[in-house]
């Protein structure tokens, strides 16, 4: 059932590969503009659980709606109205900046002038006039995860979602691509985010802690703190692995 109200709503989603199961029977809301983190450590079944809820994998059972739009039966509708960055940041090494703007701008349906209108916006805005027409393979990883970002949110969509989008990189970096996060959640984009750095729930509205493919505690941070008596995310998540 569609809610206005939240831009995610899963029910009992699973996803099983052969006998093993990823992601088993996880049921959750995401309201619209917050910033949701999803924690847990890797295998936990957090790229899993995305790509069903991107249409990338067909689950197994259960039932998800993203920005409205069934994950199963309406795929081709719903990645229009996401974005979606994978953990090696989707861009295309072999083009220049400039060329990956264009391609990804017309897949997502922008037109020639907007294509145009918005690369101009976002080489503006991040001080990308240098490398502009250097190819992506040449660029600093920084800088490539900060462009990769920002390519996925090009078309303004209901939400995007970032798998492990600061691994590899330095804590000054990581920060710098936490303020491009709390830029898009401004500008009204849902903020679905994935990652294993305990320490960046701390930049979300709520979290989720999956484990071993169970989401096995969802909240605020303070409210989290609370109920496990921690002092920290890592204490909590170390509380509920064990």
Known sequence: MINNNKVITATDL????????????????VN???????LGANGAGKT??????????SSSSGEAYVAGYNINRERNQLKKHIGYMSQKFSLYEDLTLKENIKFYGGIYGLDKKEIVRKTGEMIERLGLHEIEDTMIIDVPLGWKQ????SVATLHTPQIVFLDEPTSGVDPITRRQFWNLIYEAAENGIT?????????????????????????EAMGSLSELLTTYNAKDMD??????AR
């Open 14 to 29: 699973t996803k099983k590969f052969g006998r093993f199961t990823a992601v088993n029977n996880i049921t959750f809301d």
């Open 32 to 38: 619209r503009g917050e910033i949701f983190g999803f």
């Open 191 to 215: 903020v679905f985010v994935t990652t294993h750095y305990m320490d960046e729930a701390e930049y979300c509205d709520r979290i989720s802690m999956m484990v071993e493919g169970k989401i």
């Open 146 to 149: 900060k462009i990769a970002f």
């Open 235 to 240: 204490e909590v998540f170390i509380k509920l």
């Open 48 to 57: 899993t659980a995305i790509k069903m809820l991107t249409g990338i994998l």
